[in-house]
């Protein structure tokens, strides 16, 4: 971007990251705004230029989530099984198109969620608004599609009469199924672990535990639901699945690692150095990761889409193998001796003690009838389940999440204490997306809730009491890096169970009040929007506000 804006060839640009704050998407592409700014003030100054936003400028600037509608008739049978299912979706992409369209590509592409649908007919639309430009955010256009899938099956479930966790095992996909973009599902793992959290949670007795709950209480109530989740792994563009590496090996044995993804909080510098230890059988400790930087690993894919590992795992093998197999010679002839021994006689031997890595990740292409194109398949799915208790406070809507389990299918991890901190961080922003974290803007388009005062982000207290994580054993994935699975992304759309387990409290106060059957319930599932959902004599109180009354917000 900033060689463009200056006109000048990409190697006279060199772009240095050594950690960020947090990525989640948003930095992936809105970061132009400034960076090319920068380039051009940096340029026609000859001095340093640095940009620094406030919280409340870059929420206004740099655009947010995009907020999905959905429209939507479904075929059911009595019994609760699916016939068919017809989704229209709708993106605001804000003023520009930005990556909107790739991201209701993928909500597109994922409309399924874990259901097997006979009978599937999707459309989606990106619209042009007054807004700034939404952007790419953790999940990518999935965690709408499923949210919108799972409310679907929530008034299936309504309309039968039927728990929403019978009508959810009911229809989950199964191996041999094929999904909504057209793959057949291999090694489906989302039955066996929705089998294991409602065993892990002992699901009958805290349902029956919430029943007796609300028996005895009118105006706070529990609301318990189990719900599974399927995320798809791979960039769409078949071009972004490749990575690159550099591994250095000095003369006093020590090794420099470079590689094409970013860290920003995930652990991949730390699975990264955990591999290269792996292929080149030397403690951690002799190997340093500085930087990510255009003049080590060019042309890098962005550090994107769950992938970063796979790809960047892939590449520092292949690179680690090639100075495994150079000293190999060495090994042989001095099977007694160190590392350092070996890479010694290497170099004085005129042996190159350097190596680039490339991965190119190997994707099928799928036939689209519809687009007329071919698509390129996923590389694989993760699979998980959540079961989440909270209980509500029907006269205020506040809500405490009294206890969630989890069930994650990472394959074989890599790094167990990391990815249990991604699964249990995922959920919690999950958490936040569904039932906190809503958008407030004027009429004309300007956003009102643009820091901590009026955007509510889940805190210390908003964690589940009770949080137990466990990660799915003996599945081991043979598509990725040492049999293991992406893990950035998938557990946010667990963070559903929150949503359906508020939905299901709040239902049981609707039924105390003689109000029953299907109701639509927004999300973010807000203390307004819960206060309101549980009718009472209190709610019917609150005079509607219609015709040609002036609004003093909009909820996009």
Known sequence: MAATILGIPANRVVCRVKRMGGGFGGKESRNSV???????????????????????EDMVVTGQRAPFLARYKVGFNKDGKFTALDVQLYCNAGWTADLSNAVLSKAVRNIDHCYNWPNLHVTGRACRTNLPSNTAFRGFGAPQAALCVDAVVSDVAAWCGMPLEEVCEKNIGRTGDMTAGGQVLENDNTLRCFHEVKE???????????????????????GISVMPTRFAVAFHPAHKNQAGALVLVYLDGSVLLTHGGTEMGQGLHTKMVQVCSRELAIPASRIFLSETSTNTVPNTSPTAASMSTDLNGQAVKIACEQIRERLLPYRTKNPEGTWNDWVKSAYYDRVSLSATGFF?????MLSSKTAGVELPAYMYFAYGAAC??????????????LRTDIVMDVGTSLNPAIDIGQIEGGFIQGMGLFTMEESVVSPKGVLLSRGPGTYKIPGFADIPQEFNVALLRSAPNEKAIYSSKAIGEPPLLLATSV?????????????????????????????ERIRMACVDHLTKQVPSVGGDAPSWTVRP
């Open 360 to 364: 190119k990740a190997p994707l099928a």
């Open 34 to 56: 400034l960076s090319a700014a920068a380039a051009v003030a940096a340029k026609v100054s000859g001095r340093p230029v640095r940009f620094m936003l406030d919280r409340d």
């Open 200 to 222: 892990r949670a002992d699901f009958s007795a805290l349902k029956a535990t919430a029943t007796e709950f609300n028996k005895v209480n009118r105006w706070k109530k529990r």
């Open 388 to 401: 989440t208790v909270v209980e509500v406070d029907t006269l205020t809507g506040d809500t405490q999440v």
């Open 499 to 527: 949503f359906f387990a508020i939905k299901n409290a709040v239902s049981a106060a609707r039924e105390d009040a003689g109000v029953t059957g299907v109701f639509r319930l927004d999300s973010p599932a807000t203390v």
